[in-house]
């Protein structure tokens, strides 16, 4: 199950205290002020990891608290700042603060954020020993660590994405594309969960079937497009039997329309599926029609070995211009 939404309270570590203490030894009873500062509390950051694919480490863990520094001691002792803790993430994942608003997105493996500082440590007595003052009886408390509440939702990075209606064909393209074993069924929505696999070195993501009204929460909806906001292209996958293939590819594309009309501005292949199902006769007219729409058509079947490697070809040439 791909986990990609979880709320996440964080809290950075608390400073330590400073100490208000007096030295006192075999020679002195009544020494001058000798109270440590407090450490600073461990920062948190969230950087991004390839070994990470999900969120679902969260799905239990709903919290994340930094470390606290160290209290300041007698005969001068600086208490130690806390370690910091880094929260590894999904590249492509997205992090919103739900009470400012304020958004983050991960990007890529090298650079930490930060997103919880932690607190400064107390001043011992020591530091505030001044002419008029020789002996202060007081020392600062640490500062807390700062905390938030999160929203961590991610949004699979895949260079292309496998779009079309239910049963239109895409998993089982995934399947003969890339080493992927996605669950294929001759019925409609045997996909729930995006599947990703690896063409040659791009990413490619076959993701579950869109019906007229997804975006109004028909079928399984639309959320699953957030993961095909990002890809370089589409393959808009039409079963090539179909004989309202028009109706089809708009239906599907009417619904991206309503979630996010940047996904229509993306390169795309309309792909007719299945090919070693139908009659040749559809299946040219189908050809004609998307190419009267001026839009890149290709035919294929997975039983049909040269179609595929056509389809790779006019894959790579689309990523590449
Ligand atoms: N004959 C033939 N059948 C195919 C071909 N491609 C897919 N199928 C069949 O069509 C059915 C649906 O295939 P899937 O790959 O699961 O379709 P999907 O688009 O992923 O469907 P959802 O996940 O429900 O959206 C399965 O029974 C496949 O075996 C093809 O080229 N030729
Ligand atoms: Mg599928």
Known sequence: MLVDNVNLYIKAGNGGNGAATFLRNGQTSRGGPDGGNGGNGGNIYFQGSANVNDLRVFRFKKKVIGVDGIAGKNKKLFGKNAEHTTVFLPLGTRITDLDSGKVFEITDTVTPILLAKGGVGGRGNTEFKSATNQAPQYAEEGTPGRERNLFLELKLIADIGLIGLPNAGKSSLLAVLTHA??????????????????????????????????????????????????????????????????????????????????????????????TDLGDKKLLDKNVKLFKKMEKTVLTCSIYDQDSIDELKKAVEKSLES
């Not at 729930?192 to 079937?209: C, W, Y």
């Open 181 to 274: 074993h996605p669950k294929i069924g001759n019925y409609p929505f045997t996909t729930l969960e995006p599947n990703i696999g690896m063409l040659n070195k791009h990413t490619i993501a076959d993701i579950p079937g869109l019906i007229e009204g997804a975006s109004a929460g028909k079928g399984l909806g639309v959320s699953f497009l957030k993961h095909i906001e990002k890809t370089k292209m589409l393959i808009h996958c039409v079963d090539s039997t179909d004989v309202d293939a028009k109706k089809t590819y708009e239906t599907v594309r009417q619904e991206f329309k309503e979630y996010n009309a940047l996904l229509l501005e993306k390169p795309e292949i309309v792909l007719l599926t299945k």
